[in-house]
């Protein structure tokens, strides 16, 4: 089986051409390493089958084992298949890729019954020589054949001059926690330059506060209730396009790198691989050392023991564009443009060890918190004797205060800095890396004829309305960082304090590269606000039907209401703005004529985004009468 699953490792990666993703002038190299790893795994297989015929003289429990063996081989692969191939386990691809892996062992199997016939009983062998073998072979070759594949209409050329476009997602970046936006320790030194030679956005909110909605938002510029990815398992319907297509559909090159495997909240399995030439997870890479499957099983055991891979993805988006863009020109490939899609995980309270025999979190990041002038002693150890990532750890104390045990009882003013500082080194982290990025886009001449815009999904709570992590829907965990360079249309040094939506991140960056907006965006281009123009400022939107969660900000005041479409009773939150920017204090009691308009403006905005909701969108979630009718009342629904 690993000779032949070596054979069919290569064929793919050869049709599907990932090598150009990491290291394409090593293919040598790489094919060498996997045909180590898999002579490896020959070996070990005949010797469990040779072990077993050894130690078992009686033919039942022989038997036993073998099938035993052969089921682990087909399980291992069954996972392999499912993790790195198929969306759907009932698509016709995924069907007849499974069939080849079934095929693999029934081929090694039926190797093994030539080689060693004593190991294998006999009706087993006469059934491997006959047609079986050969079919199941042919299963394999119809899985790679049905790999999928763009159907491109007529190929259309960039105008002449189209920049480069780069969108970056700091994946649980809240704002200020940039030195740029104020964050007293120098946390961003590279993306504060950034924001020096462009335009930064003080007043950036997300649509979401978890990371797969807000992210199908970014995509696609629709409003979480119209793209309908609000669940766990959803996944963007056939009929909405992403941004990747618009600028495919151009003439760009495409590529997204993302932090996660195919099922993560940005991997392929959402649809957000559509429009991308190449859409490559981390750390599931198919480069020179991690092309073929025993390289690629050591990436999945990286990814459960630890995640943030900042790092690794620029180097992967440096090597792309190296191959693209050598010393003597700016291009990828001449007279084409990119689409560049970076998604960064590091910050996302993955901040620690998830394991005890991983790195421990003060010494992963403690030259980071060195330079920030940071503790880098444990929290009274808690957070490395169990051996917790942040995560995890952050859900175990926030479980605690639910429970109403004290917060001095489970942490000291000492542990709260550190997780604080935690979150800050990781953010220092990744500004390092960016700045890699930004250094090598200098050194080949793409500065000034790239549009770099970087953000996040969402931010991060340390307390601020008593919990940690990004569960509720307040300025901390909505605000996020928005800065856009491009020199050739943006002047240095602007800062824009006018209330934006990461829903009007696409339309820009489509308008910014000469493109026409789809009529079926929702968000606007920020191209006046750049250029002096007039830009009528609107609120910022949030919210999602599945959670029952929605609210609304202008420049006076933020309302949020909790309970639509659930049975649990309603709640509302107002809060002003203007002299209470850390929504503290809750003025629903006290403000009944906002509270109303407030209400309005949710009510209106809420049915205008259902209006245009995909028909394919995930299914909406049932409404009891009475729930109805208290909507009614409010102004929610007709």
Not at 43 to 53: S, Y
């Amino acid at each position: 089986m690993p000779a032949l699953c070596f054979a069919v490792e290569l064929v793919r990666l050869s049709l599907r051409g990932h090598f150009q993703i990491v290291d394409t002038r090593d293919l040598q190299r790489a094919a060498g390493l996997g045909l180590l790893g898999y002579g490896l795994l020959a070996l070990l297989e005949i010797g469990a089958f040779a072990m077993v015929a050894r130690r078992f003289r009686d033919e039942a429990p022989r038997r036993a084992a073998q099938l035993a063996w052969t089921t682990l081989i087909l399980l291992a692969m069954g996972d392999h298949v499912g993790r790195h191939h198929i969306d759907s386990p009932f698509a016709p691809r995924a069907l007849a890729l499974f069939a080849g892996t079934a095929a693999a062992a029934l081929a090694s199997a039926w190797i093994l019954a030539a080689g060693v016939p004593r190991i294998l009983p006999t009706p087993l062998r006469r059934v491997l020589s006959g047609p079986v073998p050969l079919l199941t072979l042919a299963a394999v070759a119809v899985g790679i054949l049905l790999r999928p594949v763009r159907e491109d209409g007529p190929a259309r050329v960039p105008a002449p001059g189209s920049p480069n476009v780069i969108l970056v997602s700091i994946d649980t970046a809240r704002a200020d926690y940039l030195s740029c936006y104020g964050h007293d320790a120098p946390t961003t030194p590279e993306l504060d330059r950034v924001a020096r030679d462009g335009i930064r956005f003080t007043n950036a909110y997300a649509q979401e506060n978890w990371t797969l909605p807000s992210h199908a938002t970014m995509l696609t510029s629709l409003y979480p209730p119209t793209h309908g990815v609000e669940d766990l398992d959803s996944r963007l319907a056939e009929d909405i396009r992403t941004v990747a297509e618009e600028f495919a559909d151009a003439g760009y090159r495409t590529l997204g790198i993302v932090d996660g495997d195919r099922r993560s909240f940005v991997g392929a399995s959402r649809g957000f691989d559509r429009g991308f030439d190449d859409y490559v997870h981390y750390p599931e890479v198919e480069g020179a050392s991690q092309a073929f499957l025993p390289f690629r099983a050591r990436a999945d055991v990286r990814l459960f023991f630890e995640q943030g891979h900042s790092d690794e993805i620029v180097d992967a988006a440096i090597a792309w564009l190296e191959q693209r863009a050598p010393p003597d020109r700016g291009r990828p490939e001449p007279g084409r443009p990119f689409f560049l899609f970076l998604h960064i995980y590091d910050a996302h309270a993955s901040w620690g060890s998830r394991w005890p025999i991983h790195r421990l979190p003060y010494q992963q990041h403690s030259e980071e918190l060195a330079e920030l002038g940071l503790p880098t002693d444990s929290p009274r150890d808690r957070f490395v004797r169990h051996g917790l990532s942040g995560a995890r750890y952050l859900r175990a104390i926030n479980r605690a205060l639910d429970n109403e045990v004290p917060l001095d009882s489970l942490l000291s003013p000492q542990d709260i800095a550190l997780l604080r500082g935690l979150y800050a080194s990781s953010l220092r982290f990744v500004d390092g890396q960016l700045g890699r990025l930004d250094a090598f886009l200098s050194e080949r001449g793409l500065h000034d004829s790239t549009i770099l815009l970087v953000t996040s999904d969402h931010g991060e709570e340390f307390l601020e309305h008593g919990r940690f992590g990004h569960h509720q829907d307040h300025r901390e965990t909505l605000r996020v960082p928005l800065l856009l360079r491009y020199p050739a249309r943006i002047g240095r040094g602007q800062s824009c304090d006018t209330l934006v939506e990461t829903v009007d991140l696409a339309p820009t960056l489509l308008a910014l590269s000469g493109l026409e907006i789809p009529p079926a965006f929702q968000g606007r281009s920020l191209l006046p606000l750049l250029e002096g123009e007039p830009w009528d400022e609107r609120p910022a939107y949030m919210g999602n039907q599945l959670d029952g969660i929605y609210g609304v900000r202008t420049r006076t005041f933020s309302y949020y209401v909790h309970g639509l479409h659930h049975t649990e009773p309603l709640r509302e939150e107002l809060y002003d703005v203007a002299a209470d920017s850390l929504e503290l204090h809750d003025l629903r009691a006290l403000e009944p004529s906002t509270l109303d308009s407030a209400r309005t403006l949710v009510g209106d905005w809420l049915r205008r985004v259902l209006a245009d909701r995909s028909p394919n969108a995930g299914p909406t979630v049932p409404i009891d009468p009475q729930t109805r009718e208290l909507l009614r009342s409010l102004g929610y629904t007709r």
